[in-house]
Every structure is written in structure tokens, then in C-alpha cells.
């Protein structure tokens, strides 16, 4: 059965605080993403990972950066957490592929205060 | 760039009722697309996704949905409504192999 799991489902940080959200899939797919999920918005895309090491920003970048050092991992990484990133993130996954879907983690819900 | 559009953001149908949610797209080739459900406080799990093979795509649960590319929509419905029906729907379009954009969702309420 195909995995994505992702740290933390609740988290509470601090303004100015560094936080970092791991994410982890189990079906060696080429591609990762991170998103952002805010009533009435939708999902709005951070970044997203194409192979190790490779990064694209998304349509919301500022604020955050990402890392993938091994294929199975993504991180995102807020550089200094403020209050406007209190948010539900979700980590998603998906093969090379054209048409094929995107396998979702369950999603952290941060609160920065 | 793509842009998904879900009428109405808030739907509430009787149990038994049918369901309808709509999606428009902005796509001016067909497009890859997908329903995807989200439970509260969870993840999204696909319902159904159309690939070009037949324009009615059966999903998940009784969920159905139909490509009409004259249209450009891609409605999703389900005849009979359950109280586990209850969740927020996503549609989503794709044209590459890395770049989905979704619709700002649609809250599903089952009233017994």
C-alpha cells in the first residue's frame, strides 16, 4: 500500500523560530511536493523536488526553502517562523509520470504564535 | 498557467440525495484531471482521475465524474448520498508530469 508520512501532525512554534516538517514515501517516486492548505484557497504549491538534490520553486516560495538529499525524503523548512504561516502543509508524491495522481500525507497543522 | 473552478464552496444535499459538485478548467488542451476527497484533518485521497480513455470515469465509493470537453468541466457526482459522504472535494488538473493545480475546494454537508 502506498505511504506518505510526514513528522509531526500538530505543531506549535514560536515567532522567529526555525522549523522544519519532514516528509517520507515508501514507493520510490521521482517527484515530492509541499503545499500549503488555507480556507478558501485551496492547496497552494511551495515547492516541489523532480530527483534528489533538485528543487523548483512553487507559486508561494517566500519564507520557505526545501531539501532532498535522498530520494524517499522531503523537508521543508521554514528559515523564521511567523504568525502568517500558521497553516495546514501537506506533502505530497507522484511518479514521472503524465496523468498519474499525487499521493498525499496526512498534513501538519502548524500554529506559530 | 491552469486555473480550477469550483462553484460553490459550500454544498449540502439530504441523505439519498444526489450529489453534484462542479469543476471548470481553463485547460485549451484536454487535460489530465482528478477528484480528490479530504476527511477532516486528514490528507487527500483520490476519488477518480480522467486520463483520455472514456469520458465517464467511475471512482471510489459510487462517485462518478464526466470529462465534457466542449464544456471544459468535469462534474463529479454520486446518486445517493451517505452520511460518510460528509468531507471537502478537491479538483484538480494536471497538463505535465509535475504540475497539478487545484480548485479552492468544496465543503459537502449530508443532512440526515
Known amino acids: 500500500d502506498v505511504k506518505v508520512t510526514q513528522s509531526s501532525r500538530y505543531l506549535v512554534k514560536r515567532t522567529g523560530e526555525k522549523v522544519f516538517l519532514e516528509c517520507v514515501q515508501d514507493m520510490d517516486h521521482e517527484n515530492m511536493f509541499w503545499y500549503r492548505q488555507d480556507p478558501g484557497l485551496g492547496l497552494r504549491l511551495i515547492y516541489f523536488s523532480y530527483d534528489v538534490k533538485m528543487k523548483e520553486k512553487g507559486d508561494i516560495p517566500e519564507g520557505y526553502s526545501v531539501s532532498r538529499e535522498k530520494k524517499e525524503r522531503f523537508s521543508l523548512i521554514l528559515e523564521s517562523a511567523s504568525t502568517n504561516q500558521t497553516s495546514m502543509y501537506l506533502c505530497a508524491s507522484s511518479l514521472n509520470l503524465a496523468g498519474y495522481e499525487q499521493y498525499f500525507g496526512p498534513g501538519t497543522r502548524l500554529t506559530v504564535t | 498557467a491552469q486555473s480550477v473552478t469550483q462553484l460553490g464552496s459550500h454544498v449540502s444535499v439530504s441523505e439519498g440525495a444526489l450529489v453534484l459538485l462542479r469543476c471548470n478548467y481553463s485547460s485549451s488542451v484536454p487535460p489530465y484531471l482528478f477528484w480528490y476527497v479530504q476527511y477532516p484533518n486528514q490528507g487527500l485521497q483520490l476519488l477518480l482521475k480522467?486520463?483520455?480513455?472514456?469520458?465517464l470515469v467511475k471512482g471510489i465509493n459510487d462517485f462518478e465524474a464526466e470529462f465534457k470537453k466542449s464544456e471544459t468541466s468535469f462534474h463529479l457526482t454520486k446518486p445517493s448520498a451517505h452520511m460518510s459522504d460528509a468531507a471537502e472535494y478537491f479538483c484538480?488538473?494536471?497538463?505535465?508530469?509535475?504540475?497539478?493545480?487545484f480548485g479552492s475546494g468544496t465543503k459537502l454537508n449530508v443532512k440526515p
Open positions: 480522467y486520463t483520455s480513455a472514456a469520458t
Open positions: 484538480a488538473v494536471s497538463e505535465d508530469f509535475n504540475k497539478f493545480y
